[in-house]
């Protein structure tokens, strides 16, 4: 009888945390979203300060990566490169923690320690050299251009049997490899910059115009024309004028140069989704998982046909199993351009589609989320019918426990833009006024942002703003 009353309270119990758990990891701090994208920074940093146990969890590298981009967007640049630090050294330590990796392996993904997408960790060094660059700090900028030199290499390493963009894979990052050429610029390492800036052309054709239909931008090759006339590399200028279609004519700077990033919207929040798999044993201990109604089969091969029923498959004929996926936040503004005082005006080009990026390594890792998920969920459930059959009661709990368990992982960086833009301006020396003209085409949405920019001759000025808007809804 005692048996009895504690299996009902364990159901009952099941059953609170299963609702509790249908929630994605969006939706689980809608407090501290809803203040960020409603551009109310303030109260969305009191949200993540007055969650203590945040700093502790299974997501504290989120936590950080928060922390620093909400006191960066409140000009504490210092505050949020320190962060930004602690985010840095976790994403390393996780990354080489193969017990997490293990575990990732065998139980939920959600009760492991989340390691941050790869672009993720490009983004902290994007941000790092920002602040450091509002500070005046170029040398600090250019470490972490070291530091992005390293994970790029990792990055192309880690995906070394594929690596061109032919392929369609995401292995190499044209606006890292752009940005990195515009903070050697600016520290008048020409020979560098220019590296860089021929890296980042080479991918943007090869790689970006075909996956996120991003050309190579007008500024950058501009800035590749310059730097190679510079250094006097005459054939390379001859070379990349002849490809680009463009005449690079010399002019002498008088004042000094403003650099604008402009973040546009946000990112996409994971959910989740699930399909129904039926487990088909076939010959010489293989157990195919397969959904007809979307052509899908995955093989996997035991050790040996006994092996089929010591594991109790025999008794599972149907698993349903959640994956992870992206939902994009539509951008509300789709163009913006630079006017100043002085009537110039230049438009802000796209150099990075974060969303695309997002929604393309998720892809390319999709069959190995599909693999490591199907034979963790029939494991599960042959071990829940293994237990039905000594007492059903408890095959009851088990089965709710596993229900419980088995979520996809819908955690990922949120307050990150949708996109990157960015523009290049010559400006007289001293205090200039200069406005942001946002557009969006498809919803006739336009508005203005007023800057003051201390221009110094012969130096680069650099400016960013991040525009929170979306055309998201959360369901």
């Known amino acids: 009888m005692k048996l009895f009353f504690r299996v009902r309270y364990i159901c009952w119990l099941s ?39 945040a700093p502790e969890s299974k997501a504290k590298l989120l936590y950080y990566l928060n922390r620093g981009l909400v006191s960066s967007l409140q000009a504490e640049y210092e505050e949020s490169n320190q962060f930004f630090e602690e985010a840095y050294k976790l994403g390393e330590d996780l990354r080489n923690n193969y017990w997490n990796t293990a575990s990732s392996l065998l139980i939920n993904p959600n009760l492991t320690y989340y390691t941050g ?35 790029l290499q990792k990055l192309s390493d880690k995906y070394k049997a594929n690596v061109s963009g032919k392929t369609g894979k995401y292995t190499r990052d044209a606006f890292i490899h752009n940005l990195m050429g515009i903070i050697y610029d600016a520290d008048k390492d020409y020979n560098n910059a220019f590296i860089a800036y021929r890296n980042a052309v080479d991918i943007y054709q090869q790689d970006y115009q075909a996956m996120f239909g991003i050309e190579a931008p007008d500024q950058l090759k501009q800035d590749l024309l310059r730097t190679a006339y510079l250094m006097g590399f005459e ?16 002019e002498k700077q008088e004042g000094g140069e403003l650099v604008f990033f402009w973040n546009n919207g946000l990112g996409p929040v994971k959910d989740e989704w699930s399909i129904n798999f039926a487990l088909v044993r076939g010959q010489g201990g293989v157990v195919n998982f397969t959904n007809d109604a979307l052509g899908l089969t995955f093989p996997f091969q035991l050790e040996d046909e006994k092996e089929y029923e010591k594991k109790n498959l025999n008794n599972v004929e149907f698993i349903r199993v959640a994956f992870p996926k992206y939902v994009e936040r539509p951008m509300v503004f789709d163009h913006a351009y630079l006017s100043s005082g002085q009537g110039k005006k230049v438009m802000l080009e796209q150099a990075e589609n974060i969303n695309g990026i997002a929604f393309q390594t998720l892809q390319q890792r999709m069959l190995k989320e599909f693999g490591i998920s199907l034979l963790r969920v029939a494991m599960k459930k042959a ?18 426990v596993n229900a419980i368990t088995e979520k996809a992982d819908t955690r990922n960086w949120q307050t990150i833009p949708h996109s990157i833009y960015y523009g290049r301006a010559r400006l007289a020396e001293g205090q200039q006024n200069i406005s942001l003209h946002l557009h969006g085409n498809r919803n006739g949405h336009v508005r203005d942002h007023d800057f003051v920019v201390d221009i110094k001759r012969g130096n680069t000025t650099f400016q960013t703003f991040h525009s929170l808007d979306s055309d998201f809804l959360v369901r």
Do not use: P, W
Not at 130 to 136: E, T
Not at 238 to 247: A, I, N, T, V
Not at 386 to 399: F, P, Q, T, Y
């Open 117 to 151: 997408e790869d672009h993720e960790l490009l983004l902290i060094h994007y941000y790092k050299a920002l602040n450091f660059l509002r500070m005046n700090d170029t040398q600090s900028a250019l470490v972490e251009c070291r530091r992005l030199n390293v994970k």
């Open 383 to 400: 071990a829940e019918y293994s237990v039905r059959k000594e007492n059903e009661d408890l095959g009851a709990v088990i089965s709710l």
């Open 235 to 250: 054939n390379e200028l001859k070379r990349y004028e002849d490809l680009f279609g463009m005449k690079y004519q010399h």
């Open 15 to 53: 059953i609170f945390f299963l609702c509790f758990s249908c929630a994605s990891y969006y939706q689980m701090n809608y407090k501290f979203n809803r203040f960020f994208e409603e551009g109310e920074i303030e109260k969305a940093e009191k949200v993540l300060v007055n969650s203590k146990k």
